[in-house]
């Protein structure tokens, strides 16, 4: 097994910011990439900004938080993430994009670096055919927030080997994550699962059934979940829900997952949720308030 001590993230997003996180106050050596270095400089800042909100809770101590952002660097060129022992793509939810990634970095990889994927929804088998290592090549899905959430999805694809296996859960398990095995099928098991109940939400929406906040409240109080669906939607990202529900409609064929057009129609907008102040509530105000 390799032995994991720098850890390489890709895309200093919402997603690559919380995985850098982690795996810092993990301990491991974390090198941050993304194609400006505005872009990682603005990553590192939410990282610093998540810490200081633990500390503020309670859940680590000061000298924790330093500790931890002093085993991240920015690297601002791709191939800095090839000396990595394991490095992680965590760029948008496109497939040429990742894969574009991955051809990218090949030439740089050492002899016994790991490759893996936070994808939400697209095939570990596919993404690592476009390598030179599809047996080293795995699918770990951190759920979002990650410094929240305790779940990884571990996906092998069709040629990931033992070795490789057992090196990702030993390194969720090190950053303290629970870990649930998926085929490598569309979506996995989380997202098969959620996201066609966000996308049936909106159909309600669309349809009349009930309003935003009726939605929420409704799912909130009826079925004890945290957040309304609608809610939830614009938390993980309108253009990811449609980006899973378009890998779930193409990949299994089944009518059932069709986006709904007032998905569509909120992407298109621009209306990805919170991260673009507006989806189904508008946050440009001091309380969200519902859009429809």
């Known amino acids: 097994m390799v032995q994991i001590k720098r850890v390489g993230v890709i895309g200093a997003g919402q997603m690559g910011t919380g995985i850098a996180h982690v795996a810092a106050l993990g301990g491991y050596e974390v090198l941050l990439h993304d194609v400006s270095r505005e872009r990682i400089d603005a990553g590192l800042e939410t990282v610093k900004r998540n810490l200081s909100r633990q500390v503020v809770r309670g859940i680590i101590d000061q000298a924790a938080m330093d500790l931890a952002l002093a085993h991240i660097e920015p690297a601002e060129e791709l191939q800095q993430v090839g000396g990595a022992d394991l490095a992680i793509e965590a760029a948008t939810e496109d497939e040429e994009v990742k894969k574009t990634i991955f051809k990218a970095l090949g030439p740089h990889l050492g002899d016994k670096t790991l490759l893996a994927s936070n994808t939400s929804s697209i095939s570990i088998t596919r993404l690592a055919s476009v390598t030179d290592r599809p047996e080293k090549f795995i699918g770990l899905h951190f ?150």
């Open 143 to 292: 759920m979002n927030p990650a410094p929240v959430m305790k779940l990884v999805e571990i996906i092998r694809g069709i040629a990931t080997d033992a070795d490789t296996y057992d090196t990702a859960v030993g390194f969720a398990q090190s950053l303290g994550k629970s870990t649930a095995n998926s085929e490598d099928f569309p979506a996995f098991i989380v997202n098969r699962i959620l996201v066609p109940m966000i996308n049936e939400a909106i159909y309600t929406l669309y349809e009349g059934v009930g309003t935003v906040e009726a939605i929420d409240t409704a799912m909130r109080l009826g079925a004890n979940h945290p957040m309304g669906p609608l809610e939830l939607g614009d938390f993980i990202g309108l253009d990811t829900v449609l980006s899973i529900m378009n890998v779930l409609y193409e990949g299994l064929s089944d009518s059932k997952y069709r986006p709904c057009p007032l998905l569509v129609k909120y992407v298109e907008a621009g209306w990805l949720g919170r991260k673009a102040g507006r989806g189904f509530y508008d946050y440009r105000g001091e309380t969200p308030v519902p859009t429809r």
